[in-house]
């Protein structure tokens, strides 16, 4: 039977994403720019050609991407997002106007870009790396759509990060935690270092509320650069929020004035601050402020309530209730613990765990403990996946063995947690769940695996 067009770009969409992830990983880092600087360079820099709203931080990150778009595109704007990792398809990771590039853009895009690779990898003693190229193909993506702004999620950090070619007029921190320590330093204060160098002279620094340590250090960078700054709690802020059916309503005080009566189908204090950000991004975008008053507040409204965010406290299975969660770090788990706590009524929980080896998987699972009747542990398909075995040995500190049950693998791992929830009593009250969490990669492969994509 003859090959479908469709079917042949999926085919080199598969080679292209083998030749790109052959390259070096997204888990070894070599900070510097002179590479990316370099192709760009060589492209005729496509980032240049386009207004920019660059994001960094430890946690919200993706979220907060995904909610900017959202309402830039609610003002007819044409719009390109990036943001890493992906939960199960690399196109996830470039997306024009609310929708994943499909094969073929991709595919087309990369036999473009291939030439220029081999060009710059002879320049330099370390190859381009995989999130290097990726982020060049975004940017060449965007320019040739072409976008009217593009709304960029950094890879990791900020100085160096790869997507720091971008000459962005806002940048956006989101909350600032320890993940990364390794590259980033061990405290808040090093890690918000780095991360303050997205903020570019003149620019305007969106700063979500953030330790002491990591605002001394974002605003020493704004004062250095003649940034301007805009900070949750003083500028803009959560004023008031109730959990309600499918997510929660929000009271925003934004840059320009109050913003009422704002759906959020997401869970969370964390996804409302993440909200609240967004809109002052996007105010100080359109050059909003006290004296031209709100953005249009029916625009504001329907974007916020279109917005979706997969892989964050996501629903993907009812009877029992199935939640995948993407949280990694013991910052971002905090945050699904208290956001499970308010928005749902679980008599009991099992938790499905699959982690990255170079995270603090004590940390993570010490937030969870308390939360978790039962604690599944696995393994995802990654090279830098913890083995099963050595996750287990420290569930076992953690939960005690007796509550702590070891699946080699995934799929096996999601049956075993939600036949212990079928098997309790609660089950049958509809009180029973299942959370799978622990790296974005977990909660990606778990959403296919149980049918969402």
């Given amino acids: 039977m003859a090959q479908t067009e469709a079917e042949r770009y999926a085919q080199l969409l598969r080679r292209a994403e083998a030749e790109i992830v052959s390259r070096t990983g997204e888990g070894r880092i070599h900070p510097t720019r002179e590479r ?41 704007l044409r719009t390109g997002r990036f943001t890493s990792p992906h939960l199960s398809k690399v196109n996830e990771r470039i997306v024009l106007d609310g929708v994943p590039v499909d094969d073929r853009t991709f595919v087309d895009a990369y036999a473009e ?112 650069v003649g940034a301007s700054v805009a900070r949750e709690g003083l500028e803009f802020a959560v004023l008031d929020r109730q959990v309600a059916v499918g997510g929660q309503l929000l009271t925003l005080q934004g840059l320009a004035g109050i913003y009422d009566e704002v759906f959020l189908p997401l869970h969370g204090a964390h996804q409302a601050q993440n909200a609240v950000l967004a809109l002052a991004a996007v105010e100080v975008f359109f ?47 905090t945050a699904t613990v208290a956001a499970l706590a308010e928005a749902f009524d679980f008599r009991r929980l099992v938790g499905v765990i699959g982690v990255l080896g170079d995270k603090d998987v004590r940390g993570m699972l010490e937030v969870l403990e308390p939360v978790l009747d039962e604690l599944v542990v696995t393994q995802n398909s990654s090279a830098r996946a913890l083995p099963v075995d050595h996750l287990a040995a420290i569930a076992v500190e953690v939960f005690g063995r007796e509550r702590v049950s070891v699946e080699a693998r995934l799929d096996d791992a999601i049956e075993t947690a939600v036949r212990l ?15 799978v969490t622990g790296s974005v990669i977990t909660a990606g492969e778990a959403r296919v695996l149980l049918g969402t994509r």
Avoid at 289 to 305: C, E, M, Q
Avoid at 421 to 435: K, P, R
């Fill in 287 to 333: 050059g909003a402020g006290a004296a031209t008053g709100v953005i249009d507040l029916d625009v504001v409204r329907s974007s916020f309530a279109a917005v979706r965010s997969p892989g964050r406290l996501e629903t993907v299975r009812a009877a029992p209730t199935v939640l995948v969660d993407a949280a990694h770090n013991p910052h971002g788990m």
């Fill in 421 to 435: 929830a079928e098997e309790s009593d609660d089950a049958v009250l509809a009180g029973a769940g299942v959370l």
């Fill in 36 to 76: 990316i600087e370099a192709l760009t360079g060589l492209l005729g820099d496509p980032q240049r050609a386009y207004r920019s709203i660059h994001l960094t931080g430890t946690n919200g990150k993706t979220s907060t991407a995904r909610m900017i778009d959202e309402l830039l595109r609610g003002f007819g």
């Fill in 113 to 224: 870009l291939a030439p220029y690779l081999e060009l710059i990898d002879g320049q330099f003693e370390v190859k381009l790396s995989f999130f290097e190229v990726i982020t060049a193909l975004a940017f060449a993506i965007f320019a040739d759509a072409p976008v009217d702004v593009a709304v960029v999620e950094v890879g990791l950090g900020g100085e160096w990060d790869a997507t720091n070619v971008i000459d962005a007029e806002i940048a956006v921190v989101t909350p600032i935690g320890l993940d990364h320590t390794e590259y980033l330093g061990p405290t808040t204060a090093t890690i918000a270092h780095e991360k303050a160098g997205i903020i570019k002279p003149d620019a305007t620094a969106v700063l979500a509320a953030q330790p002491v340590d990591a605002a001394n250090e974002l605003i020493q960078r704004a004062v250095a």
